[in-house]
């Protein structure tokens, strides 16, 4: 399910299976920079983003948290999940549909900034989860639950800087995990963006104290020529606080 079909290439000689698609290719136009040129391409030969309008769902996103869960195992019916930086809502959308079924009705939260279209099985709450308000909405929210798996998804604006994006990202992460710890159940699981180059040695010490298991992941959904990352850690050993705390 998480990997999608090959784009088909047409007809004739060299069209079976392992042949490439000439692709589509847009023509630049007056006021169109070849930056932007060269991301509508992608998005438009890019078969996760196909496969994606195909299966309905909101992003090409979605196959990526798909293949980790895949392979970690971490979605499990009945559980409590946290989507930070939630849109579109492709992250949200797979949590609820692995973690909300017949037999175990799970919870999915999922916030941004940005609107959101209504998921089914998840509730959204537009606001910037990094404002001390907002942290008591969310209380409000989880009422008694208890939060099984915190997800982020977030990244700032690119620059075009590598090291100041490097830092914001890395930013980003260390306040979604300050969060996750306050959140988290001994055991729970925290998934972020982070870029290549990894994380810092400072955060990923404080991912080691934390949990039991820390990794690095890149899944195939994730742009070959993408500098995309994510840091994955499973077991969390507890925190001596309760609820969140700003």
């Excluded at 079976?16 to 932007?36: C, E, F, Y």
């Excluded at 909405?137 to 939060?147: E, S």
């Excluded at 991912?207 to 742009?223: I, Q, Y």
């Excluded at 995309?228 to 969390?236: I, M, P, R, S, T």
Aim: positive net charge; hydrophobic residues 40%.
């Amino acid at each position: 399910m998480s990997r999608p079909p090959q784009r088909k290439s047409g007809s004739g000689a060299g069209a079976g299976r392992g042949s490439r698609s000439l692709g589509v290719r847009v023509k630049t136009a007056k006021g169109r920079k070849i930056s932007s040129k060269r991301w509508l391409e992608r998005q438009l030969n890019d078969p996760y983003v196909e496969a994606a309008k195909r299966e309905g769902f909101r992003s090409r996103a979605a196959f990526k948290l798909m293949e980790i869960d895949d392979k970690y195992a971490f979605l499990k019916p009945g559980s409590v999940i946290v989507d930070l930086g939630a849109a579109p809502g492709g992250w949200s959308q797979i949590a609820a549909a692995r973690v909300c079924t017949r037999k175990n009705m799970g919870f999915v939260l999922g916030v941004d900034l940005l609107d959101v279209d209504p998921l089914p099985d998840v509730t959204l709450l537009k606001a910037d989860f990094m404002d001390h308000e907002t942290l008591e909405r969310i209380d409000g929210l989880l009422g008694p639950r208890k939060v099984d798996v915190v997800l982020s998804d977030m990244a700032a604006s690119a620059t075009g800087h590598k090291q100041t994006d490097h830092i914001r990202i890395i930013s980003l992460c260390e306040t979604a995990l300050d969060f996750a710890e306050n959140v988290l159940v001994p055991g729970g699981t925290f998934l972020a963006k982070v870029l290549q180059g990894g994380t810092e040695k400072t955060l990923l010490d404080k991912l080691k104290r934390g949990f039991n298991t820390v990794r690095h992941v890149k899944p195939e959904a994730s742009r070959s020529d993408s500098a995309e990352l994510y840091v994955l850690a499973q077991g969390f050993r507890g925190n001596e606080h309760e609820g969140i705390s700003p």
